[in-house]
């Protein structure tokens, strides 16, 4: 499967961005999708994951600005983002692995990952 991040872009502070990863090769239904980011000198983290039965876990501080929501006949899931933070910003990827239900926020267990799509916050 190959995965097409998009939607990223500058963004005032406060503002909302929703990012896409679509999907290609294959049915996206039974894939489990995070998000994950990276910011320039930092570890990458995860963001928020929804599995192929629809399971949603964010990282706790982006719980009620950032929602995660998949549209397989559309084969894509999307990231909302609102009131977005200077901190906010980075590369943001997302990753699919099969049926995967358990360890959603660990970048190790996905197999596949797109390239990923900048996303720029200014003060």
């Known amino acids: 499967v190959q995965l097409q991040a998009s939607g990223g872009g500058l963004m005032q502070a406060g503002g909302s961005l929703r990012l896409s990863c679509a999907a290609s090769?294959?049915?996206?239904?039974?894939?489990?999708v995070a998000w994950f980011r990276q910011a320039p000198g930092k570890e990458r983290e995860f963001v928020a994951a929804?599995?192929?039965?629809?399971?949603?876990t964010y990282e706790e501080s982006l719980e009620g600005r950032f929602t995660i929501s998949r549209d397989n006949a559309k084969n894509t899931v999307y990231l909302q983002m609102n009131s977005l933070k200077p901190e906010d910003a980075g590369v943001y990827f997302c990753?699919?692995?099969?049926?995967?239900?358990?360890?959603?926020?660990?970048?190790?267990?996905?197999?596949?990952w797109g390239q990923g799509t900048q996303v720029t916050v200014s003060s």
């Open positions: 929804i599995s192929w039965r629809n399971y949603i």
């Open positions: 990753a699919a692995r099969q049926q995967l239900v358990a360890g959603l926020r660990l970048g190790r267990n996905y197999d596949y």
């Open positions: 090769g294959r049915t996206f239904g039974r894939d489990s």
